[in-house]
């Protein structure tokens, strides 16, 4: 029973970072697995995949997204953590996090985050 649960802001101003913490249970994010990723939905439009963090901790990000895109773990709490600096209004969307499994995917509820001033 794979559980994710994101927390952190819903309002964010422009130019700040937005810092977003997964938190895992059920499940170790060092057990080997398909990886633990943080995917978004802007209002109006698609998934959009943000980056991901596998069980030996590397870490793959969106080519588009990458230069201001960080993922970090904690594996003393079982938890990853998404930073994206020098937010817009165009970074406004739900974020989510997700463990695909090949027809047994957890996601967690989705946060929504709204970069205004």
């Known amino acids: 029973q794979v559980q994710l649960q994101e927390s952190g802001p819903g309002l964010v101003k422009p130019s700040q970072t937005l810092s977003l913490t997964c938190a895992v249970s059920?499940?170790?994010?060092?057990?080997?697995?398909?990886?633990w990723h943080w995917i978004r939905q802007p209002p109006g439009k698609g998934l959009e995949w943000m980056g991901s963090v596998i069980d030996t901790g590397r870490l793959n990000y969106n080519p588009g997204l990458k230069s201001r895109t960080t993922i970090s773990r904690d594996t003393s709490k079982n938890q990853f953590t998404l930073h994206l600096l020098s937010v817009t209004p165009e970074d406004t969307a739900v974020y989510s996090c997700?463990?695909?499994?090949?027809?047994?995917?957890?996601w967690g509820q989705g946060i929504q985050v709204t970069v205004s001033s």
């Open positions: 059920g499940g170790s994010i060092t057990t080997k697995n398909n990886g």
């Open positions: 997700a463990n695909p499994k090949g027809g047994m995917d957890s």
